[in-house]
């Protein structure tokens, strides 16, 4: 009985980091929805800003857990509109660096205010976000450990 109640408190908790995530994101959405910006292109546009000169396309999947294919038409896309650089240290060279153009590093400070981020995590005390911050990583150690098995 004792394994049941378990499993039922398993899903439940499952259930709610996927409900959460998803509100979430579409408190960004809804935040970022006027600059034309999606959450997961304001996200490539941070790292680049915070990776400075090591932003490739391999710091920048690494950076947010997506493989190389998806950054890479996430780039296409910012770079289409004007909002990231393309570049090679020389003509010979097979690695790609970016950087923000002026539309990119404006579109960063927008991005940067996060004010749904805090309203929604407001709710917590700095101790409170501190245990939810443990508590994720284990989860995640545990996931990640779980996919390398």
């Not at 394994?3 to 995530?21: D, K, P, Q, T, V």
């Not at 970022?32 to 304001?42: K, M, N, R, V």
């Amino acid at each position: 009985m004792e394994e049941r109640i378990s499993s039922n408190i398993e899903r439940y908790a499952w259930l709610l980091i996927g409900r959460a995530r998803h509100i979430m994101l579409k408190a960004r959405q809804k935040e970022l929805g006027p600059y034309e910006i999606s959450p997961q292109q304001a996200h490539v546009i941070d790292a680049i800003y915070y990776l400075g000169h090591k932003a490739t396309l391999t710091e920048l999947a690494k950076d947010s857990d997506r493989g190389i294919a998806s950054i890479s038409a996430l780039l296409t896309r910012l770079e289409k509109d004007g909002l990231v650089n393309k570049s090679r240290e020389n003509r010979k060279s097979v690695l790609k660096k970016f950087d923000l153009t002026e539309k990119g590093t404006n579109a960063q400070e927008i991005i940067s205010k996060r004010l749904s981020i805090h309203k929604i995590m407001s709710v917590l005390s700095e101790e409170e976000l501190r245990q939810l911050i443990s508590v994720l990583q284990k989860i995640i150690s545990s996931s990640e450990k779980y996919l390398v098995s």
